[in-house]
């Protein structure tokens, strides 16, 4: 057999085998109830909504037929998409308590570290913040062109952010400095490990008006060192958010990175 003809006979196989998926598929959708759906991922994708915005969810154990009827979804399928809940541990399901929901999302704009709601129902959502590292160092070669400064220094810190007890995302950020930067440190001190609006924390930190954020998200896996911090598995998803804060002069202030835990953690932002 010549290589086109395998590769013929193999395109033809593909897409055999989709036809297959796709009548399976159709088939399975006959089968389902008139006005009820049978996809487990929609469902969870309206059920982990419904857990993050709390909005719809019962405050003691959920009710499989009054879930059927406000989603329009089979009970295999809610069963199925339930099952997912529970593996993100958003769920917890008890043979004598039924099935409830244990941990909330936590919510954050895309620009700011300040939570909008607890992760359980007795937390208020308050961000607790532990320094990991603080150094000064000469500036490297990258850092001044990234920063376009004449500085000699640079200030680097990480930090681990809970809430209620768990960990949900490090903090990690660079801020170029001349050698005379007492009054920085001073200001840092005043400005503590308490979360701030961005804003009102960029005005205190660096005395100026904050004038432009560019941020950057993508999803990253999470390597060995940021899991254990994280409690979660090497490898799991992490949303890397990159900000760069420039003042009213056009002067890059700073540049951090966030890794938000992708199973806790939702980035919110309104757009007028």
Do not use: C, W
């Amino acid at each position: 057999m010549t290589k086109n003809a395998f590769d013929r006979e193999a395109a033809a196989l593909l897409r055999k085998r989709q036809d297959a998926e796709r009548a399976k598929y159709m088939s399975a959708q006959r089968r389902t109830a008139p006005g009820l759906h049978n996809s487990p991922h929609r469902a969870y994708e309206q059920l982990r909504s419904a857990i993050r915005t709390r909005s719809g969810m019962p405050d003691g154990p959920l009710v499989e037929t009054a879930l059927i009827k406000s989603y329009s979804v089979n009970r295999n399928t809610l069963r199925t998409a339930l099952q997912m809940l529970a593996s993100d541990g958003l769920l917890r399901r008890e043979r004598r308590t039924g099935t409830v929901v244990a941990r909330h999302v936590q919510e954050f704009t895309d620009i700011e570290i300040v939570g909008r709601r607890g992760t359980s129902e007795s937390d208020d959502g308050t961000v607790v913040m532990q320094d990991l590292h603080r150094s000064i160092d000469e500036l490297p070669p990258f850092a001044r062109t990234r920063f376009d400064t004449d500085a000699e220094l640079l200030f680097t810190y990480e930090q681990l952010a809970s809430v209620d007890g768990e960990p949900l995302f490090t903090h990690s950020g660079f801020i170029p400095l001349g050698r005379d930067h007492d009054e920085f440190f001073d200001r840092v001190r005043l400005l503590g490990n308490t979360p701030r609006p961005l804003g009102n924390a960029f005005a205190r930190l660096f005395g100026r008006p904050l004038a432009e954020t560019e941020i950057d998200i993508e999803a990253t896996p999470a390597d060995a060192d940021t899991a254990a911090l994280l409690r979660i598995d090497v490898g799991a998803p992490l949303l890397l958010r990159e900000m760069t804060q420039r003042d009213v002069d056009g002067v890059v202030r700073q540049v951090t990175f966030t890794q938000f835990r992708g199973d806790r953690v939702a980035l919110t932002s309104e757009v007028p």
